[in-house]
């Protein structure tokens, strides 16, 4: 089967309207919203679905407080849909709505989502990083505009923490084709592709008890990923760790506290990687983490 990444969220939440403010602040455009939640989605039409935390149509929260409630993953085909169910219904509960979408959950109780691809392909303009000593690609007698606005990509990956790292893995790879990019040694966390990806990973598990860790939207470039963070801190959100880099992925980051369950990350540039990547086994400590980060960076004075 083929699964090309995250192609929804859903995330029940206690306060709907501090939800708006942050993605909005985030940089998601906003496509409907009203009393019961709003659906915001990034430049490829990866959606973001906020609902109250006690919505009925949610699958049952894995935790107190605001979380994921829904990972829907984009299929190539019907028939990898239709294997899927096969699968997974020989020991848990699958259902399908009436837009073909497929509804399951994953040995953690975290619920899962399969459906046709509905993002839209997306192409961003030419980096404009100029290296000293090549040609120039930001063209001759230009400067960088650094009031152009900062919209996240898709949903790069998404962080959740899991009590038996190594069981949680075996289901995405035995049972949905995942690929093992890295892991932490001791079961305390594996790095995950989607088969149909070459992204370093669309899902990280992470040992503890379960919960949202955080999302990562990508942006185009550091630049990007520090601009967007700097309209994030003046506008009153606190960030939690960042701006970085990862070792591993190799991409940069900034993260934000956010009143949704876990942290948002604005990241850029991460590894890619096909079956020929050789996962490696890393001990969990923070120079395994970040290459470097900035734990805080104050906005400027005004």
Request: glycine share 8%.
């Amino acid at each position: 089967m083929t699964l090309y990444g995250i192609d929804s969220v859903a995330l029940g939440i206690d306060d709907i309207a501090a939800g708006r403010r942050f993605y909005t602040d985030f940089g998601l455009a906003e496509k409907q919203h009203q009393e019961t939640g709003a659906d915001f989605q990034t430049l490829d039409g990866t959606t973001i679905m906020l609902r109250k935390i006690r919505d009925r149509s949610l699958p049952a929260a894995v935790c107190e407080g605001p979380t994921v409630r829904e990972i829907t993953w984009s299929a190539a085909s019907v028939a990898d849909i239709e294997s899927i169910a096969a699968d997974l219904g020989r020991d848990r509960a699958v259902t399908q709505d009436a837009e073909g979408t497929l509804h399951t959950m994953d040995d953690d109780s975290y619920g899962l989502a399969f459906r046709l691809e509905r993002r839209r392909h997306f192409e961003p303009a030419p980096n404009q990083l100029n290296i000293y000593g090549r040609e120039p690609n930001r063209p001759i007698n230009t400067r960088v505009d650094f009031r152009a606005a900062i919209q996240p990509a898709s949903v790069a990956h998404i962080v959740i923490l899991s009590p038996d790292v190594p069981r949680a893995t075996r289901f995405y790879v035995d049972r949905l084709g995942f690929r093992v990019s890295d892991r932490f040694k001791n079961g305390k966390g594996a790095f995950l592709r989607s088969s149909g990806s070459t992204y370093h990973h669309n899902l990280f598990l992470l040992h503890g008890t379960p919960a949202l860790h955080h999302i990562a939207f990508p942006v185009t470039d550091f630049n990007e990923v520090v601009m967007g963070g700097q309209r994030l801190l003046e506008r009153g959100w606190e960030a939690r760790i960042g701006p970085g880099r990862h070792v591993i992925g190799s991409n940069f980051f900034w993260y934000f506290k956010s009143p949704l369950g876990g942290a948002m990350e604005l990241t850029a540039d991460m590894d890619r990687a096909n079956d020929d990547w050789p996962a490696r086994e890393w001990d969990h400590v923070p120079e395994n983490t970040t290459a470097w980060s900035m734990i805080f960076n104050p906005p400027p004075a005004r």
